[in-house]
């Protein structure tokens, strides 16, 4: 503990100059102001803000993504309050009693609860990603090759079960994301796979372009796809977070602080899934529950605190197992791979001043939207007002521009607008997006691990089975299996008899 907290006050003290300030608050404005515009989610926003940052130095990049993705998840809750449009799909809860406080003519304070609530969860989380993630990364040096092989499907399988309705979309996704990870030349030999005589395409599918796209210029098809209506900004209340809001549910905040953390962990779940969770228990829980709906201050207050509770926990399995807990989480996760820095169980002997480093990033980020929150709210929901047929261009050529920033190809914009077409197509079609990208992110890792036990079985497939923590992953990932395939059996049997 005392170690901790001495690596974390080197932290501080390392980020607390005048430069490394301004990069936090800057990349937080920019977080909320991309979160609040609707239809750009903070998957796009980390997407594009890393093609930005490739010639910084790595603490100063990851700082700047980590204060964007903590921006854009509290900048969401914007145009959920006064459109009822979640900004991004981690806001959509809080439409529900955000929208009918606004339209009770308590806008402001809804916003206030909105800031408090993201606040307070962000540092609930930050509490559990510095105590939790040394004893993670102690247990996962006993990880190997086998049970490294497991998690990464394991990864992508449970992310396409949590993150759609129907489980085998979302695992055709995540095996989708694995085939795209398998192009290009195999690791060993260099024996070139799916390339099919294009020499652009031996050198394989790089990771950002693909991203940019599915997430970025995908975004911008399906908001061109939906005619934006007029913003109407009605005039609204003090934004002054209010105390008494904080002692009263502050049950509620622990909760869903400890649901938010929670589900961050589980690979690839997301921060949506975070907020209906903790409003969900809220309302179980409440004396009020006939308030939820209609303009309740704590169900307000348990969605906001559960969706920002849950980014520094989606960062305890990237740091610790290099396996992402949610979309912006993976997209994260790349930034740190191209930056130098290898997440994985031995980054606690490696470098362990750098999971400090990524908590005191966090808290710059906390401030950030406490400020903005308290200070520029008014300012800030006027680019709510910004037209869509100005927004998309910009966009576009973000997307472009950052694709092509990484090695200087033309190719890698042909794979952006090939991914942008291809995921708003399967957008349409109900695939979730979140499996396909851990599926690219993952394959990598789930086919040098596959390898690497191979050899050190001599082809034998036992040690899968056999070694104790290996089989333990092994059968709840077939349990999972399973129970999705029966459910889904039972469901059109329950429908038929009822």
């Not at 099919?196 to 796209?213: C, T």
């Not at 050190?456 to 040690?463: C, I, K, T, V």
């Not at 059968?475 to 459910?487: H, P």
Request: charged residues 10%; positive net charge; aromatic residues 10%.
């Amino acid at each position: 503990m005392l170690q901790g907290l001495s690596l974390f006050g080197h932290s501080l003290a390392t980020f607390a100059t005048p430069t490394v300030i301004g990069y936090a608050l800057l990349a937080t404005l920019v977080g909320v102001v991309m979160g609040a515009l609707p239809g750009l989610t903070a998957t796009m926003a980390l997407a594009l803000v890393t093609t930005l940052t490739l010639k910084l130095e790595h603490s100063q990049a990851l700082l700047i993504l980590i204060c964007t993705y903590v921006g854009a998840i509290y900048g969401g809750s914007r145009s959920a309050i006064l459109l009822n449009i979640p900004g991004t799909p981690a806001s959509a809860a809080s439409c529900l009693d955000g929208y009918a406080l606004a339209r009770q003519g308590l806008a402001g304070r809804a916003m206030g609860v909105a800031t408090s609530g993201s606040v307070m969860g962000t540092l609930v989380g930050m509490f559990f990603l510095a105590a939790f993630t040394p004893v993670l990364g102690s247990f996962a040096l006993d990880f190997g090759a086998y049970e490294f092989f497991w998690l990464a499907l394991f990864g992508v399988l449970i992310a396409g079960t949590l993150t759609g309705d129907d489980p085998l979309k979302g695992w055709t996704a995540g095996i989708a994301g694995l085939f795209v990870a398998t192009i290009g030349q195999e690791p060993q030999y260099g024996y070139e796979r799916f390339a099919w005589g294009v020499r652009d395409l031996a050198g394989g599918i790089q990771l950002v372009p693909a991203l940019v796209g599915a997430f970025g210029f995908a975004e911008l098809l399906t908001a061109m796809r939906h005619r934006q209506l007029p913003v109407k900004i009605s005039a609204f209340d003090s934004v002054l977070p209010r105390i008494g809001d904080v002692f009263k549910y502050w049950r509620t905040i622990l909760r869903s602080g400890l649901i938010g953390t929670g589900v961050g962990v589980v690979p690839g779940v997301g921060e949506d899934i975070a907020a209906w969770s903790s409003y969900a228990a809220a309302k179980r829980a409440s004396k009020e529950k006939e308030q939820f709906g209609k303009g309740s201050i704590e169900g307000l207050m348990a969605a906001e605190t559960g969706d920002n509770a849950c980014v520094p926990g989606a960062m305890i399995p990237v740091l610790t197992l290099a396996i992402p807990g949610s979309a912006p989480a993976a997209v994260l996760m790349a930034a740190m791979i191209i930056h130098g820095v290898r997440p994985g169980p031995m980054i606690m002997v490696e470098n362990p001043q750098f999971v400090y480093d990524v908590v005191a990033m966090m808290l710059f980020a906390t401030i950030g939207i406490l400020i903005y929150g308290l200070v520029l709210t008014k300012a800030l929901v006027q680019v709510l007002r910004v037209p869509q047929h100005i927004i998309v261009p910009i966009i576009f050529v973000l997307c472009a521009v950052g694709s092509f920033a990484i090695a200087g190809r033309l190719f890698d914009i042909y794979v952006m607008l090939a991914f942008g077409i291809i995921g708003f197509f399967l957008r349409g079609w109900g695939y979730p997006m979140a499996p396909l990208v851990l599926g690219i992110v993952l394959g990598d890792l789930l086919e040098k691990n596959l390898r690497r036990a191979l050899v050190l079985s001599d082809g034998s497939l036992a040690p899968f089975f056999t070694r104790p923590i290996s089989a333990c992953v092994a059968a709840l990932i077939f349990a999972v299996i399973a129970y999705k395939i029966w459910s889904q059996m039972r469901g059109p049997r329950k429908v038929a008899t009822a």
